[in-house]
């Protein structure tokens, strides 16, 4: 097996930053509050199901979706695992949520158009 290039890698964590922020517009389009709120990351879960099923990608770890939000800006505490299944609690700031909010809402608008 070929080690990944270094592209290779940013791709893919682009491409996980989309998937991410679809999932997260995926909960507001929910009519679910996302911005300055703590959530436990397991609140969280069926919409990153969701975008992994759309994006066709294999589910992703706690602790990936975990890294990559902090990197998206999200405030991410990580928990005792004995507190939680899923040890993460979220906090997505307003512009996160609305980046995610704006992504979603073009890719329908795409596909829509397609």
């Known amino acids: 097996m070929e080690q990944p290039e270094l592209f290779e890698q940013k791709e893919e964590n682009a491409e996980i930053e989309k998937v991410l922020l679809y999932a997260l517009?995926?909960?507001?389009?929910?009519?679910?509050?996302?911005?300055?709120?703590?959530?436990?990351?397991?609140?969280?879960?069926?919409?990153?199901?969701?975008?992994?099923?759309?994006f066709e990608i294999a589910e992703l770890s706690d602790e990936r979706i975990a890294e990559t939000l902090e990197k998206l800006?999200?405030?991410?505490?990580?928990?005792p695992s004995f507190v939680a299944k899923h040890p993460f609690r979220v906090t997505v700031s307003f512009e996160t949520a609305e980046r995610a909010r704006q992504f979603y809402n073009e890719t329908l608008s795409q596909e829509k158009s397609a």
């Not at 800006?73 to 928990?79: E, N, R």
Request: net charge positive; no cysteine; aromatic share 6%.
């Open 73 to 79: 800006g999200a405030k991410i505490v990580q928990v």
């Open 25 to 54: 517009g995926d909960f507001q389009s929910r009519k679910k509050v996302l911005a300055d709120r703590e959530l436990a990351l397991d609140r969280l879960r069926g919409a990153f199901k969701r975008a992994a099923d759309k």
